[in-house]
């Protein structure tokens, strides 16, 4: 079956720690997004990238930083920098704007919490 | 002003009557219009996509776009308690480089 996937679906990062959340996609999609929800909230946009090796930051970009060196997988590092990443963390992918305007398809997310 | 704006709610509705979701966007060079349903501690599932002035029907579900209004709607009807859900409204401009712009979300609760 062709989707997203998200791991681990929890994880918790230690003061000062850099982590890294995986996602992965076999659907074929060209773009491929992270966002940020927290409690109550609507999704916010960290990065986003179109193509292989490039990439794009979103309205909240600081304190992350993303790699897309293969078409299937965009993995998102959230640095020590960023000083509240407790937040539920949603990877998305579509096919190119290209197209026509595809809508997204989600992963099932990672849940993130400081120690 | 908000890319996309949705009433956040929540909205309730007896079992058996007919919700209504509403949406309304900033930017008329929006071309591609999304409803998700997001379950409590899940990710969001796209239940409706819409392009072209209207209304599009599927099963329980019809969206209704007014592009003059900048306007998008989502109809449930014969509500179910298993439609409890946040309702997400999404926007894609692709002369934006493809991003999606997403509403804060509606909170419906259907009353058995």
């Known amino acids: 079956d062709g989707g997203i996937t998200q791991s681990p679906k929890y994880l918790f990062r230690k003061e000062g720690q850099n982590v890294t959340l995986s996602c992965e996609q076999n659907l074929n999609h060209d773009a491929m997004y992270w966002y940020r929800q927290d409690p109550g909230q609507g999704l916010r946009l960290i990065y986003y990238?179109?193509?292989?090796?490039?990439?794009q930051k979103g309205d909240i970009a600081e304190g992350y930083s993303v790699s897309r060196e293969k078409k299937e997988s965009f993995p998102l590092t959230v640095t020590s920098a960023q000083k509240n990443p407790t937040a539920f963390y949603l990877c998305?992918?579509?096919?190119?704007?290209?197209?026509?305007?595809?809508?997204?398809?989600f992963g099932d997310g990672t849940r993130l919490s400081i120690l | 002003q908000k890319e996309v704006e949705q009433n956040s709610g929540p909205l309730s509705v007896p079992e058996g009557a007919i919700a209504s979701l509403n949406c309304t966007y900033s930017?008329?060079?929006?071309?591609?219009f999304f409803w998700y349903r997001q379950y409590s501690g899940k990710s969001p599932e796209l239940i409706m996509s819409?392009?072209?002035?209207g209304d599009k029907e599927d099963g329980r579900f019809t969206a209704q776009l007014n592009k003059a209004s900048q306007y998008v709607s989502l109809l449930i009807r014969d509500s179910q308690p298993s439609d409890s859900a946040t309702y997400l409204c999404a926007v894609n401009r692709q002369n934006t480089g493809n991003q999606f712009y997403f509403g804060t979300g509606t909170s419906l609760t259907v009353i058995p």
């Open positions: 990238s179109q193509i292989v090796n490039d990439f």
């Open positions: 930017d008329r060079g929006s071309q591609s």
């Open positions: 819409i392009y072209s002035n």
């Open positions: 998305a992918s579509s096919i190119s704007g290209g197209r026509g305007g595809q809508p997204q398809h």
